[in-house]
Each structure stands twice: as structure tokens, then as C-alpha cells.
């Protein structure tokens, strides 16, 4: 296992950058190097276990944002339907990362609102179950697929206990350069991995959330806003009888 | 029993060759199949983000539990040194290995990068099993074909034995490996059941043994070999004793599921309101894929004919096809239980909203590559009992039995 944690990021970003030379325009992947220039020098290490808390009474009926802004920073909204699709199978095939879920609980008939997404576990069926090892955990935790191994072989979907996953139904023409994406690879959601290797310390959908549903932060840091809220408020992990050590956790469901 | 003689498919060359252009035509088009979703992305297909292996799923798993399940014959005869099946253990291993690979052609073509086969070669995961199968298919082909050679070589005969039971245990392991790629899938209720390993290999047995039957008696059929019936009779009561296996595991696993509350809802959607589901389960896996085969092989006048003993190996493998594809496929729409307790009012991603099931249609292209995998088995078996002698001369009953009296 540690072999496939220790991952460095250099590594994948190395990969990732000869990706985005293959694929989008010159001047773009110059512009992309540059701004890789400082923090990414340094290999990511467990030292920091990234991960969220999320206050599903502050998550708003209705409410998208999260959603819309994930799909704008990771460009799946770039993801066209292609011609001549059927529109009710295309929206069960398109790729999505984050999800607004509604509930109510079967006893009780509380209504409870949340968004889902790759919880990020600590020991994630996804990547015990990946043939090739694409399916990888990095030492910070973050859990994502590397798509230049991938084999599209959807295992990890079937595997994967919060239907988290999506695979690239279709020939994607425009991606952006730190989100690649191809026809027939896997993908999930990365904590927005590009922001964290660039020194940010946020992700889309929380930056995105006016009802502040979403912490997001250092799980190993005792004095990180999330660390502190976790201390706080009771919560828990979805399936926690799976004891998979998820690294995003839910208050009031 | 007296020494047995095998000798190469003699049927006229131009029906040979018709077969072969007909099976060729059967794979080209699945090949363009293939390619056709391959060029275009997995949205022409019936699959979603919510059903992920579809109809390709259906026919290459099929396949590959059959391939273990051919080998049986070879098996019965050398390492449990059944006299009477040794005759029948070249085309055994023959088939063990075409329906390996027919299967495996499926499973690849539908991969999404079936171009990085290499990638799935070179790079591995140990703690997957499906790595492990990887390993475990291609070393069955290897083991089989050193099998055969020492099967067909006399000179090597010696060692036949020890291939044989290694080719055996080997295959026992495949097929449990194969059933173990659901088996891992924990969070899904239709396969977090530990009953499901030793059900694919005993429904292996059923599958490989219907399709053996088949080729046997079509292959003899068309250059005029006899295939009597002590031969014949034997191989259709173990069918009936594999189709009665099956259908013991299969009470055992729903009646072991029913007796978790966890897993009500999943068999009340696989037993009771599942539609297509339930429906496959009960006309296709019961009915015709185990009740009916073994009325037909137990019946004591159609149990005896040509025609009945036919009617049962095709009603296995069209009961097989209907028992993957639930399994597969039912496993998949019925909705995960991500959140326990509650009821998903909606979402923005298909969590079985309301409970409702997935959707899932097969379409046309998935099935053409699907039948793509069951023509090249089927292609390849012709010619390698065209090329070398697989077929036995005669399974007459005089052959078989020396003491045999003609009634
Ligand atoms: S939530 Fe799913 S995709 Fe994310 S780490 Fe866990 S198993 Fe993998
Ligand atoms: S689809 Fe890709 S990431 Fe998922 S299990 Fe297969 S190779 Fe691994």
C-alpha cells in the first residue's frame, strides 16, 4: 500500500504536465508551468491529511452552488453532450463530481440536505480494487485517479460504496489544463488537488457555499478550522459500518 | 475399453470453410461493434455512471465461468481417472481454452482505453483481484495447453496425469476468482454474500459442461461420428446433477440473504418487484436454467432422445446468459443503500431517488460484441479440430465397452 500512498506529487504533476502539452494549445501550457513554479517543489507528505466537514442544517433546499462551482473549476461543465445523444441517458452518462442530495429519514420524516462526493477514504475500495493502480491515494489523502493508467476497466465504480465515480462517456474537445479528462478514463473528485499543489488552502465548492455548510482543512492539524468544528459538533461518516475512515464527515444528518 | 484413436474434423472443405466465413462475418461485424463505441465513448452504449458494466459484462463473464467448466470433462477423466471420459478430454481442454479466450476478447473490447492493454499488462496492483485474474486466465491458458500436449503426445504421457490435476486445481481457483471480483464489492447488497465463489464454480460446471455437449455432438454430427449413448447418457445426467447444483446454491443464497434484514429490500427487488429483473430471474435462471434442463435430462422418454438431450444443454447456457446478466445487472440497479434509514427525496446524480432502481437497456452494439465473443470461441474450436486431432474416432458404446451387447 504505501508504495501507491507515497506517490509523490511531483510525479503526478509531471505526468499531468505532459498531458496538457499533448493536449491544449502551447501558449497554455506555458502559461500552466509558470505557475507551478514555487510550492510544488516539495513532495507531498502525510503530514497533512486533507479532508471536510460538512453541516448538512446549513445546506439549503434547492440550493446548486457547490455544484455549479465545481463544475466550472474542474471544467465538467465543458463536457458537451455530443450529437445526436439521447438527453435522459446522456444525463445519467455525463460526468459529475459533487451532488446536492435531499432525504428524509424513514422514521422520523426529518428532511435533511447535503452534498456527496468522493469521500476521500482512508482505506479506499477504490484503489484496492484497481487493476493497474491508476486508482491512487496520495500521502495527504487525497484519493484520485491517475488517468494515464487508467484502463476504463470501471471496477472502482463498482466498488466504491458512495457512487462517487464517473467515467468519460465521450469525447471531451475542451478540458482545462489542470483538470485533463479523456474518453473512457475514470474520475472523481480531487479536493480540487490543483488549488491545494498552487498553496491554496480552499476548494471550489466551499468558497462557493454563502451558507457555509462546507469546512475544509488539515484533519492532522489540531488548530485548523476543521479540526476544531470536529472537536466540537458530533458527527459522523456515511456507511461508517464499513469503517472505511472517510475523510469527509457529516454534522445533523 | 478399447485404445482409443483421434482424428482431425473431416467434414467436406466446402462446408468447413462456409462455417469458418460464416462465424468470420458474425465477428467482423462485432468487431465494428467495437470499434464503433470504442471510436465514439460509451455513450452509444445502454451504460451510465450508475450501471457500469453492461451487456459486453454479461457475455464475457459467461464466458469465462463456462471455460473452467469445459475443462471438467478432461478433469473427471485424468484426475479422477474416469476411463470413459478420457476420450473426451482433448476437446475438453480445447474448449476450456477458446471459451477463455472469447471472454476475455469481450471483457477487453469493452474496456474504456482497450488501447492501454499494455498499461493493464505492465502495471499492477497487487491487492486487486483483478490483477490476480489477469495472472490467473493467462496462466489457465498456458497450464491447458501443456495439458493438451501431454494429453496428445505420447511421449510426454507420462506426465499427463500431474498436468492434469494441476490444470484442475488451477481452474478451481480461476472460477473462484472470477466469482470473487462480486464477492469484493462490499458495498453492494446483491454481492457482499461469501455463497457467491462457490456458486460460480458450480455454475461453471453447468455452463461448461451445456456448451461441450453442444460442440461434441454438432461437431460428430457433421462428419458423421458416432457418439453412443453410455457416452452421451453420462454426460446428460451430470448436466442434470449440475443443474440441480445450481439451483441448491441459488435457494441457499436467497434464503441466507432473506435471513439478514439488511438484505429484505435487495431480495424483494430481485424476487418480488424488480421487473426485468425478477422476470430473468424466474423464467430465465430458474425455469429455464435449472428446472427445465433437469425435467428434460430426468425425463424417462425425451431424457433419452437426441433432441432433448440438446433442448437441455441450450435451455443451461440460455439460463446461464439470464442467471450473469441479474447478477450483474440486477446487482447494479438495485440501488446502493448509501444513506441507511432514509429515503432520497432527489438528487443530482441518480441515488435512487424514491428507491426507484436504475435504468439500464442493452443496446445493439453491446450484444453484437457480446455474440462476437461466442462466435470467435466457436471459430476457433472448428479449426483447432480441423488442424489436429481432437475429436475421438467413434464414442460408440462398442467402442466405449468392449462387452457392450447391441440391443
Ligand atoms: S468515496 Fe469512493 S471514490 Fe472516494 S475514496 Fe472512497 S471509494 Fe474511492
Ligand atoms: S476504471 Fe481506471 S481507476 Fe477505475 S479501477 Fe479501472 S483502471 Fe482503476
Redesign the pocket.
Known sequence: MSSVNDRGRRDFLKKSAIAASMTVAPGVVLQTLQARAEPRTTAVTSKVRWGMLIDTNKCADGCNDCVAACDKENGIDLVNKPEGADDALWERQRPHWIRHVKLKDNITGRITNLPMMCQHCEYPP?VD???????FKRADGIVM?DRH?????????MACPYKA?S?IHAEVAEKLTHTPRGKG??ESCNFCVHRLDNGQTTTACQDACKHKAIVFGDLNDPGSEVSKALKQYPSVQIRDDLKLNTGVRYTNI | MKKVHFSEWGIESPKYWGLLALLGVVIAISGGAAWYMEHNGHWVTGMTNQIVWGTPHVFAIFLIVAASGALNVASIGTAFDKRLYKPLGRLSGLLAITLLVGGLAVLVLDL?RADRLLVAMTHYNFKSI?AWNIFLYTGFMAIVAIYLWFMMDRRMNKYYKPAGIGAFLWRIILTTGTGSIFGFIVARQGYDAAILAPMFVIMSFAYGLAIYILVLLYAAKLDGREVGDKVLFRLKNLLGVFAASVFYFTLVYHLTNLYGTENHEYERFILLDGGVYTALFWIGWVFVGNLLPIALVYHPSIGKTRGGIIAAATAVVLGGLATIYVVVIGGQAFPMAIFPGKTVLSSGFFDGVNGQPFLYSPSLPEVLLGIGGLALTLLLTFIGIRVLQFLPVTLSDEAMDPHHVKS
Open positions: 477504490c480494487v484497481c487493476p493497474t493502480g491508476a486508482s485517479v493508467i487508467c484502463i476504463g476497466c470501471r471496477y472502482c465504480m465515480r467515467f478514463c475514470v | 474504456g483483478f
